[in-house]
């Protein structure tokens, strides 16, 4: 299947979980990919893990939490890629702590790189994308929107600000042709977990020691067993941003195998 022959992505995260499971997902599909992340390592691994697709894969460092870095990537990217018609917004970081000893600083960077991150990405790419072949936009929000996910006070924020920006931004360019779409992942064993709903310690602080697990009504999915891996995701993505997604926007996807019914 090469939905993708002849188009030009840019995903952020592509160094790790969901992000590098679209990257190689595009990369599959024909699709010419570049891969942003704060990560070089991360990136690096990407590029490893591509194989024979990696000639239609280039990387560029980035820190989406930073205007000049965000204006420099996507610049880096529209000239590699010679134009834009996907943007993945994949990017993003978890921070979970009881909110009365949530510091500032860490509710503020939790928007910064999440919700802000998010915004200054589309701003940059959409000069490009108006000009694109089928433009398309795919945000990660997740199922903290919309259900509580206690701990996660900063998380859920940006997230919801997300899926509501994400409605936004679909009823302003819709005239224009920029498909706006939202995934909402979760029981995803990605970077973010260590695939038992925990918050990963590389990724901030997990959940407080003294958890009351009783506050998270169901922890696991309805199918399968466990966790789902990232690809699970990836490919609503791929779907989302293709051809076969040209009548969806201005909505979400939840990917949980059933865990909020």
């Known amino acids: 299947m090469n939905r993708y022959e002849g188009r030009r992505a840019l995903v952020t995260g592509g160094g790790s979980g969901i992000g590098q499971a679209t990257v190689l997902r595009i990369l599959a599909e024909g699709g010419q990919v570049v891969a942003a992340d704060v990560s070089e390592a991360g990136l690096k ?11 239609r894969l280039t990387t560029v460092a980035v820190d ?16 590699t890629l010679g134009g834009l018609d996907v943007l993945v917004n994949a990017a993003g970081i978890l921070r979970s702590s009881h909110t009365h000893e949530t510091s500032l600083a860490d509710f503020t960077k939790v928007i910064a790189v999440n919700l802000t991150g998010t915004f200054l990405m589309i701003r940059e790419a959409i000069p490009a994308l108006l000009k694109g072949n089928a433009p398309a936009v795919v945000n990660f929000s997740s199922t903290s929107a919309l259900f509580a996910h206690p701990y996660m006070a900063a998380y859920a924020a940006s997230k919801g600000g997300i ?10 360019y819709s005239k224009q042709g920029i498909r706006f779409t939202a995934v909402q992942p979760g029981s995803i064993s990605s970077g973010m977990t260590d695939g038992s709903g925990q918050s990963r310690q590389s990724q901030g602080p997990g ?15 309805a199918l399968g067993e466990g966790f789902a891996g990232p690809e699970a995701v990836a490919g ?15 909505t979400e996807i939840r990917i949980d195998g059933g865990t909020h019914f």
């Open 64 to 79: 989406i939490s930073d205007e000049a870095s965000v204006r420099a990537a996507v610049a880096s990217a529209l000239t």
């Open 45 to 55: 691994d990407t590029c490893a893990r591509a194989g024979a697709d990696a000639g």
């Open 236 to 250: 609503v993505v791929a779907m989302l941003a293709s051809e076969d997604g040209k009548f969806i926007t201005g």
């Open 207 to 221: 959940l407080p020691e003294d958890t009351d697990w009783s506050l998270f009504a169901k922890l696991s999915p």
């Open 163 to 172: 899926q509501s920006m994400t409605h936004a931004l679909a009823a302003e």
